[in-house]
């Protein structure tokens, strides 16, 4: 008769051992190996967060700017339209828009903002009830009717106009 071999309990356990110590080996070389991916793109990020350095004009503060000008006018003109909406439409009224226009470039013009490579385009927002006036990247600035409305007069404009331009 022939007698089945089977494997001796030591036998099978030094299989054991060998199989769970490569497989420790192999996690740690996958778990090494993140490691080192990890550790790489932080030192790239690092580099490239502090690469893109530049003096802001009027401030004369240092600020990264991931953006390019063309970058910042292309979120500006992409983020324009959802802001119009969010309050309301713009004005439909020329005179006012005009006015508002007139007062922003006469600002724009007379400011380091003039001497950029942007250009400058101004929005009235029709919501009677906020308070409200901002610019986002690449030119696009919008001031509500809110704000218009108590805002009596071209000067008042101006000067609100050139303290948030200075704050």
């Known amino acids: 008769m022939t007698e089945l071999l089977l494997p001796s309990k030591e036998l099978s356990h ?24 990890a550790a790489l793109i932080a030192i790239v990020a690092l580099i490239s967060y502090y690469s893109k350095t530049d003096v802001n004009p009027i401030t004369g503060e240092k600020q990264r700017v991931s953006l390019t000008q063309e970058q ?12 119009i909406q969010e309050f309301g439409g ?25 001497r950029s490579k942007y250009e400058f385009n101004f929005h ?10 901002f610019a986002l990247p690449g030119g696009q600035v919008f001031i509500t009717m809110g704000l218009l409305k108590l805002l009596k007069t071209k000067i008042s404009l101006q000067v609100f106009s050139v303290m948030r331009l200075v704050m």
């Open 90 to 114: 713009e004005v439909q009224d020329a005179q006012i828009r005009d006015m508002v226009t007139k007062v922003g470039q006469k600002i724009v013009n007379g400011t380091e903002a003039g």
């Open 124 to 133: 009235v927002l029709a919501d009677p009830n906020t308070v409200n006036a």
């Open 72 to 83: 910042e006018v292309v979120l500006g003109l992409q983020s324009a339209p959802k802001m």
């Open 14 to 37: 030094r299989f054991s051992n060998y199989i769970f110590t490569y497989f420790k080996k192999f996690l740690y070389v996958i778990i090494k190996g993140k490691l080192i991916i």
